[in-house]
């Protein structure tokens, strides 16, 4: 066994974990004295506790991403760069220009999340050496940080107003020399915490291990720990197999291997239906799908969660893999019930394909309390293929409806073979009560379910009907600007 490894502040440091799930928030704030982070929910919600991480991509080029150290577990750091808001200026150091501009534009109040701002502007500001983005993107890229008391538009003020400054860009060399040293290091392996290198390594260790937690982006499981206080026994960490992280395009469809980052796999299903990037960019916040996966969402199976409703509507297939053997399911046979599929022992989820063919028409809905960073009360995702003015085939596929998600046969038996028209919408929409029987909870009672789920087949009507669709101006907030 050995510690684990990673570079921060300026040096490769060695750290050896007696406990597997203690977090980075923890080790930094307790050990390092690096108290710029913060924790205020523990649960990957308001930001406070971002901190920025950095791998090297398929090229070998130093990448930065956006990360919550509150419920990333310290092993997961092996062998990547640690950047925290101590890196930046202060205690002697000039401040940053991300720094000096939420001085200048006032965008600090208490301070609680003001680092946490700083490092995900940091990230955009590094990621962006050739232009301003636009206050889209960082509204955008703020979208995981919550202020309480000064408000957002200074803070986006700032963002603009530090690219206007100038400031020497991050030197890359020595970190990615560092990261290239620590790639030769032996897999890392303790009691308790497994970090395969290659799929063949994960399939023997998944078949003799068939009960250890499989871990991929800390994103759900880190939860247990922080707000459950569960014990998660042995883990097989999924992060360091490069062959679960692929996205290709392929003669039989999109290939999402199911550790792929949601960043990513939203960005290719978003190149082949740019419908769909809206709701990516809705799917929780930059900190969350830069390290949460696809793959980890689907298997989940949250009757809430939001890859699974558009991955049903565009006829999505699983590939499921038992040490050397691989079958196939299609994902609307996946689930069994609440929080239960068909995964048999030892056997993990390898990939996620998509059929790239027509539907001509994709949609996907979200509805939340709030608009940005929130749980859904209501998913929706539709596709549909007309031929002419009558419908030729239509899936229309629902999270937060049932213990499940799941596809709505009544509704799309309402639809299948019907002119596109207001009288075939009506029928569809009253379809739907024999299709789901939501339930009522803290986030909607089950008539407000209902009537969303009623209301967005109607929405869909608008866009995609024959005569006046609705277009796409007229359905963002950000076109009333």
């Not at 991480?53 to 150290?69: C, M, Q, R, T, Y």
């Not at 590094?126 to 206050?135: L, N, S």
């Not at 197999?241 to 199911?258: K, N, P």
């Not at 969402?297 to 699983?318: C, F, K, R």
């Amino acid at each position: 066994m050995r510690p684990v490894r990673f570079w921060h502040r300026g040096e490769t440091v060695a750290v050896d974990p007696a406990r597997p799930t203690r977090t980075v928030l923890e080790w930094l704030r307790q050990d390092q004295r690096c108290t710029g982070s913060k924790e205020g929910c523990a649960e990957g919600d308001c930001g406070a506790c971002t901190v920025v991480i950095g791998e090297l991509d398929a090229e070998g080029k130093l990448a930065l991403k956006p990360v919550n150290s509150c419920i990333q577990f310290l092993p997961t750091l092996d062998g990547k760069a640690l950047f925290t808001v101590e890196d930046l200026g202060g205690e002697g150091k000039p401040l940053h220009p991300v720094q000096q501009a939420m001085m200048d534009c006032h965008g600090s109040q208490c301070g609680f999340c003001t680092p946490g701002f700083v490092m995900s502007l940091w990230q955009v500001w590094e990621a962006m050496p050739d232009r301003k983005p636009t206050r889209q993107e960082l509204g955008d890229a703020l979208s995981g940080n919550l202020c309480r008391c000064t408000g957002y538009r200074p803070i986006l003020d700032a963002g603009e107003r530090s690219f206007d400054l100038q400031a020497p860009r991050l030197d890359r060399a020595p970190v990615e020399q560092a990261l290239r040293a620590l790639a030769a290091d032996e897999a890392l392996q303790t009691a308790n915490f497994h970090a395969p290198r290659t799929l063949a390594e994960l399939a023997a260790l998944r078949e003799t291990k068939p009960h250890a937690r499989l871990l991929a982006g800390s994103t759900d499981v880190g939860l247990w720990v922080t707000k459950q206080f569960k014990d998660l026994g042995e883990i097989i960490y999924l992060g360091q197999v490069a062959e679960l992280r692929a996205i290709e395009t392929r003669a039989d469809g999109l290939w999402i291997s199911a550790g792929a980052s949601l960043e990513d796999s939203w960005a290719a299903l978003a190149r082949h239906w740019p419908s769909l990037r809206e709701v990516g960019l809705r799917f929780a916040s930059p900190p969350i799908r830069s390290v949460g996966t696809m793959g980890g969402n689907v298997a989940n199976g949250s009757p809430i969660g939001d890859a699974a409703p558009v991955l049903m509507a565009l006829d999505a297939t699983l590939e499921l893999q038992k040490g050397a053997v691989v079958r196939t399911l299609p994902l609307r046979e996946f689930y069994v019930d609440y929080m239960k599929n068909r995964l048999e022992p030892g056997e993990f989820l390898k990939a996620i394909r998509v059929p790239l063919g027509d539907p001509a028409e994709v949609r996907a809905y979200k509805i939340s309390k709030r608009f940005d960073s929130d749980i859904s009360a209501v998913c929706g995702a539709f596709a549909l293929t007309l031929d002419g003015e009558r419908i030729q085939d239509v899936r229309l596929a629902w999270g937060g409806l049932a213990a499940t998600v799941k596809r709505a046969a009544a509704a799309e038996a309402a639809l299948r073979g019907q002119p596109w028209s207001e009288a075939t919408l009506q029928a569809a929409q009253a379809a739907l009560v024999q299709d789901f029987k939501p339930l009522s909870d803290m986030r909607a009672s089950a008539a407000y379910r209902l009537q969303v789920a009623q209301n967005l087949l109607r929405r869909f009507w608008l866009e995609t009907r024959g005569q006046d669709p609705l277009s796409a101006e007229e359905l963002t907030v950000w076109a009333a600007r």
